[in-house]
């Protein structure tokens, strides 16, 4: 991808709610066991925020401590995109919240939309405002309060969420950086839109009792066509940047995959030969965060020494929409 500058991974940070909730806590109110979980999904637990903590509270906690990873402050920003579907509000967008509440300067800041591959499309676009020379430094952030969009009668949805946020710095490299992001391919399919949707709340189904009392207001979703479609998408998003790239699967150092199902990412690997040891799991312990999964999971595996400085990172992503992308850095 061609560009004046090239940009960096200057810091990440990540933030769990204190809050936890086992598949034991979920066996209390809907038909199913722990191990019946586990062995579909890979989860054992998720975390829960708190009653008072919403999404901007989650992205704050994950942005102080990728900042100070950074080396920078707040007024070093240029830029906030908070990727969420679960934002404070419909209006204003979380990202102003966060920016007022970081202290930055008056700079740009957006939420954006992309359901699990959010994170993956805001890094796209940060790369984008840094290889045209425009900003220097960008915070984004996927940050999600899911529980709170789910219902815990729905068996097919409710073993599957959690709450997270986690954070990035992105900056300019220097011209001699070898770490440096090395290309993004993003896509989205809207046929298939229906297989993951939340129906109400929007213009088309606005809030009414009839909504409440239908739970319309929750994630209803297709498990079945949406387990076929996230291989398939996985796959394709992987072999692009692979390609673009002229990288062979065995010089990634890690593949971190939104962390959706065990299944599905085990599907995923196998197909490329990468071998589970380099593949980067965390839902055992968050469950699917949405927008804040790769995040979350590559800054935990930095916390445990996992990925390190000049290794080469796969991210590959797939959401509802359905939208799907993929990133290959150096780190």
Known sequence: MSGIYRSRVAGTGSYLPEGVI????????VETNNQWIIER?????????????????????ASIKALKDAGLTAQDLDLIIVSTVSGDQVMPSTACVLQHRLGARHIMAF??????SGFVYGLSVADQFIRTGMYKNILVVGGEVLHR???YKDRETCILFGDAAGAWIVSRAEANDPNTIMSSHLHADGGLGDLFVLPGGGSRMPFSQEVLDSGNHYVKMKGREIFKNAVRT????????????NVKSHEVDWLVPHQANVRILESVAEYFEFPKEKVIFSL?????TSAASIPVA?????QEKKIQRGQLILLAAFGAGLTSGSVLLRF
Request: aromatic fraction near 4%.
């Open 22 to 29: 086992t598949n034991f806590d979920i066996e209390k109110m």
């Open 234 to 245: 996985l796959t394709q998003c992987c072999h692009e940047a692979l390609a673009a790239n």
């Open 284 to 288: 055992q312990e968050t469950g699917n």
């Open 41 to 61: 999904t890979g989860i054992e637990r998720r975390h829960k925020a708190a009653p008072h903590e919403a999404c901007s509270d989650l992205c704050y906690e």
């Open 111 to 116: 939420d954006l939309s992309a359901a699990c």
């Open 149 to 151: 969009l789910v219902n």
């Open 298 to 302: 590559f800054d935990l595996a930095v």
